[in-house]
């Protein structure tokens, strides 16, 4: 199964143009969904006023080099590294959950483009990090939804509560899950049975569910948190500061009672 591409077997049933339509569509509506999800929050609106305003307070202004080096510590740490969840479950629960999207985006869109006629030679190392991706996706989401999601880990609330809020990473997981199974029933060439044609159903589904929710999903937030690290480095470097109060001086006084439970109350 992890040698196969899924989809030159697909292309027996149904036309390389149909798939490369999907995903051109599922493009389309990530488009579209981060459009209206920008036009009804406003957030990009406040992100530039907020900006321009830090800017008149800024200590000093940065040259282009400067400017180049923070940018490139903030790709190699905030994003490539998601420093912000701090060191921890919950930044590698994450990074397992994001490289494998990205691994099984980018090859599924390599075997849909460019292997998948019915004659197509995939070479193999395709079908084998689509499906690296796919686990990793399900072990890093799953890992999150189930144990660290903030509702469960600290608010006590049951772990099969399910809210608005977790459509993105719920979809996620199904996309990788189902698209899993529908490869692997597939690898085992069922003919007529109907087993692997319901699990493809369902990876159409999940999908759908996945890009044509991105308006009402946290799907955005991979857009949105790389621009706000990068300018919360670049204010953190001309010392404005995002107008935020200097840093006290004073040592941090909390008392003894902090160190008896990690901090988890949000
Ligand atoms: C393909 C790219 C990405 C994927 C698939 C992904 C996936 C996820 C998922 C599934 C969640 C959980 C959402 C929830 O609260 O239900 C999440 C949360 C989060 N992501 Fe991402 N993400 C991506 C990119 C990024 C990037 C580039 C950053 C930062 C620069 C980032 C920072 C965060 C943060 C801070 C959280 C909140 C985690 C928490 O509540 O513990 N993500 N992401």
Redesign the pocket.
Known sequence: MLLINPFVILSETISPIYMQWFVIVMAILVVVGTLLDIIHKKNVKYFFENAKKAKLSAKKTLSSSEKISVISKTIVS??AT?S??GAGK?RTA?LL??Y???LF?ITSVIMIFCYSNPTSETPSAWPIIWHVGAIM?VL??SW??FF???DVYSEAQPWYRIIK??L??LA?VATSLFGLVWSYLQSLNLNDRWDDKVFLVLFIVSNLVLFGGVYWS?FA??FY??G??IQKNLAEADGSRDNLPPEADAPEQFGSGIKREEPKHY
């Open positions: 905030d994003i998601t912000e969840l919950r994450h959950g994001m494998g999207t990205i985006w996706t890093g989401g999150f939804w660290l999601r903030v809020a977790d993105f990473v996620l946290k937030h991979m948190k790389p706000a690290a």
